[in-house]
């Protein structure tokens, strides 16, 4: 279906179903529908591969499924996850096809953009990886004075930054301890400083992650890293080579960088930046964890993949996920998603899902480019438990806003803790399980009165309940669990994007920030005017230069 000959979501008959329904379903409480159904607890699951998805706690009923499901059938969300799979421009803003799951193909599959089959020179690119991580990991390559590299440094920003730095977090235990790992983003010297100043340039690696190799912040750290290294070795240019590689489309600005495009690992710009962690820009997790792991990361990507583009709409996680936060936000008003990983490994998840749902769906226009007047992309925001129980829980619990939440978890510690450490796991887990029970089921005032609590303390102690989750629990976190759960969420926020009639795979809104940064630069380091600089930001920059003694 194009999108052009789309009824406004919100003229959509279905779209007034849902609305009727939830009129209808009230103030009906968890405990209501849990009472009215001895089953929901096993029924409202599903198992994708490793994951077991449990959505009994979220606010739906047979009925609200079966209408959300008749909503994705108006949208044709299966029409337009076909035209990705098979390579059509959906990313129409930028005429881009939307093929992040072609990296995860396998060898013999056939994937066209242009006419052109995309999968040989995604796997030669695989395969270059993997010998190049081999040398590194083996210490084969060496530095310019002949010493092993036994620190990587990536520099990089946005989706050439979360996706690796996430994953080395989440896939620690695989790594090869005896190599530093370390990711350098932000402008800000210092993230470089803290990452360098205990390095030997000697034994450092630079991988430079961007796609477009134009990122200024990604250019100048990779700079400012490129002074540092030929200052610490006392080089010339020449120990660039051995010490730099790049990872981009734009062979071009890579080689005016300085660096060979021997040693540029190449992707294709039908790879959205937040979706591009299991291409090239995954370099750096790949000489962490070696391309074995790599690989098995890959094919629980394509494990969701093949659930995704297959399952039927009643057992389809990444569909059910998706209709589930559009529910919230369109008739529940909910203005964020909570996700919230029971695991230190995954301390860094929900930053980069951040990236991955905000960027792809905080749109105000439909795909004709018409201001959309339903909520699209939520505010997603999340810390591992236990750590957020004890700081912002209170307001989920207790607190006037409807926040949907998922809940992941592991059955068993990673392989590598310490003995002592293990039995901690089960207390973990412990609050894990209370979390939702107490979100889902709260305390009811006679609960609190039965314990004997003082009246005019009842209300304070009374928890409403009521509050949505889904818990995602797998047997434990190994690089093919990684890759299943990235791949349920990017297909969640597909099946949004689809739903919203987004463009979910462009990302203008950063642009200006870029354009007007570009013009204020000047007026901070020469007093440069400004033309058209606001009153409130003139003040504002004439303040910075007092205080920088300017
Ligand atoms: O923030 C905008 C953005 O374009 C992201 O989409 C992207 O992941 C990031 O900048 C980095 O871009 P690049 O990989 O081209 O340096």
Same mark, same amino acid.
């Given at each position: ?180 790992? #370390? @990711?350098?983003?932000?402008? %800000? *010297?210092?993230? +470089? ?7 030997? $340039? !000697? =034994? ?88 074995? #792991? @790599?690989?098995?990361?890959? %094919? *629980?990507?394509? +494990? ?7 399952? $039927? !709409? =009643? ?236």
């Amino acid at each position: 279906m194009n999108a052009s000959d789309r009824t406004r979501l919100n003229q959509m008959p279905e779209w007034a179903a849902l609305a009727k329904h939830r009129e209808q379903l009230g103030e009906t409480h968890l405990r209501d529908l849990f009472a009215s159904d001895p089953g929901r607890g096993t029924g409202y699951t599903l198992q994708v591969g490793d994951l077991h998805l449990d959505y009994s706690k979220q606010l739906v009923t047979d009925e609200t499924l079966s209408l959300l499901r008749e909503l994705a059938a108006a949208t044709d969300v299966f029409g337009l996850r076909d035209a990705m799979f098979r390579g059509d421009k959906i990313n129409t803003t930028e005429d881009r096809a939307v093929l992040h799951t072609a990296l995860r193909a396998p060898r013999d599959a056939v994937i066209e953009v242009d006419g052109e089959n995309v999968v040989p020179g995604v796997h030669a690119v695989l395969d270059k990886m993997s010998a190049f991580s081999e040398k590194v990991r083996s210490g084969e390559w060496t530095g310019h004075t002949g010493k092993r590299i036994r620190n990587i440094v990536n520099i990089g920003i946005g989706g050439s930054d979360l996706g690796p730095a996430m994953a080395y977090e989440v896939l620690r235990s695989y790594t090869q301890r005896d190599l530093t790992v #370390r @990711f350098v983003s932000n402008v %800000d *010297g210092a993230d +470089l400083h803290e990452a360098v100043r205990d390095l030997d $340039p !000697a =034994e450092t690696l630079f991988i430079i992650a961007s796609k477009t190799f134009t990122t200024i912040e990604t250019i100048t750290n990779a700079t400012s890293a490129r002074d540092w290294l030929l200052t610490g070795l006392r080089a010339g240019q020449e120990a660039v080579a051995k010490h730099f590689v790049a990872l981009s489309t734009n062979a071009e600005k890579v080689s005016e960088f300085g660096i060979d495009t021997a040693n540029m690992f190449e992707f294709w710009d039908w790879v959205g930046g937040r979706y591009s962690y299991d291409s090239a820009i995954g370099l750096s997790l790949m000489i962490a964890i070696g391309p074995d #792991r @790599f690989r098995e990361m890959l %094919d *629980g990507f394509r +494990l969701v993949d093949e659930h995704f583009r297959t399952a $039927p !709409a =009643e057992a389809n996680a990444p569909l059910l996920l998706g209709l589930l936060g559009v529910w919230y936000g369109a008739f529940f008003d909910a203005q964020s998603h909570a996700v919230l990983p029971y695991s230190h490994y995954l301390s860094k998840f929900t930053a980069y899902l951040q990236q991955l749902d905000m960027e792809s769906n905080g749109k105000s226009v439909d795909r004709e480019g018409n201001p959309v007047d339903w909520q699209t992309g939520p505010v997603v925001w999340g810390t591992p438990g236990t750590n957020g129980q004890h700081a912002y829980y209170q307001l989920i619990h207790q607190g006037t806003k409807v926040i949907p939440a998922d809940f992941i978890g592991f059955a068993k510690p990673v392989d590598d803790l310490l003995p002592g450490l293990v039995a901690q796991h089960d207390l973990l887990m412990a609050n894990f399980f209370a979390q939702t029970q107490a979100l889902a089921f709260g305390k009811t005032p006679d609960e609190v009165r039965a314990e004997g609590v003082p009246e005019e303390l009842v209300a304070h102690k009374t928890f409403q309940g009521n509050h949505p989750t889904t818990t995602i629990l797998a047997s434990e976190l190994t690089p093919s669990v990684l890759g299943q759960l990235i791949a349920l969420y990017e297909h969640k926020v597909f099946v949004q994007g689809a739903i919203w009639n987004i463009d979910s795979f462009d990302q203008w809104g950063v642009e200006l920030g870029k354009v007007l940064a570009k013009r204020v630069e000047p007026a901070l380091t020469e007093g440069a005017e400004v033309p058209g600089l606001d009153a409130s930001s003139k003040a504002l920059v004439a303040k910075y230069r007092e205080l920088r003694g300017r």
